[in-house]
């Protein structure tokens, strides 16, 4: 079972063991950077991180649980907005190629010329 740390707890063990400060770095503060960083362009957003960053703001009561689920929908929602959109644009690049004469067989016809095929060969 994987428990999260607290704040004291983390002080403790930062004065405690010399140098773990480099090593052990908190979930927020890589969210915060990918954010930061996605916001600049520099990276791709990730709802991972924002999910992380609203989260910790809802702990420590600096957004109410009801804005957090607002603004987590409409995350979601932008996300699923963004994959429709790719996906409308694998479906033009598609038909774009069977334009071009290149025909592609519908999965029915296929299905049909593939047991046609058996059946010659059977006779």
């Known amino acids: 079972m994987v428990s999260e740390l607290g704040g004291s707890q983390i002080s403790t063990l930062l004065e405690t063991l010399p140098g773990i400060a480099n090593v052990l770095r908190s979930p927020v503060a890589d969210a915060l950077g990918n954010v930061i960083r996605a916001g ?41 907005r963004r994959a429709d959109k790719a996906a409308d644009r694998e479906r033009a690049l598609k038909l774009k190629a069977r334009a071009k004469g290149k ?7 296929v299905k049909k010329v593939l047991k046609a095929s058996k059946a010659a060969k059977r006779r």
């Open 40 to 80: 600049a362009r520099l990276a791709e957003f990730h709802v991972q991180d924002a999910e992380e960053l609203i989260r910790y703001a809802t702990r420590r009561s600096l957004l109410g649980q009801d804005e957090g689920d607002r603004l987590l929908a409409e995350i979601h929602a932008a996300e699923q």
């Open 103 to 109: 025909t592609v067989k519908p999965v029915k016809a």
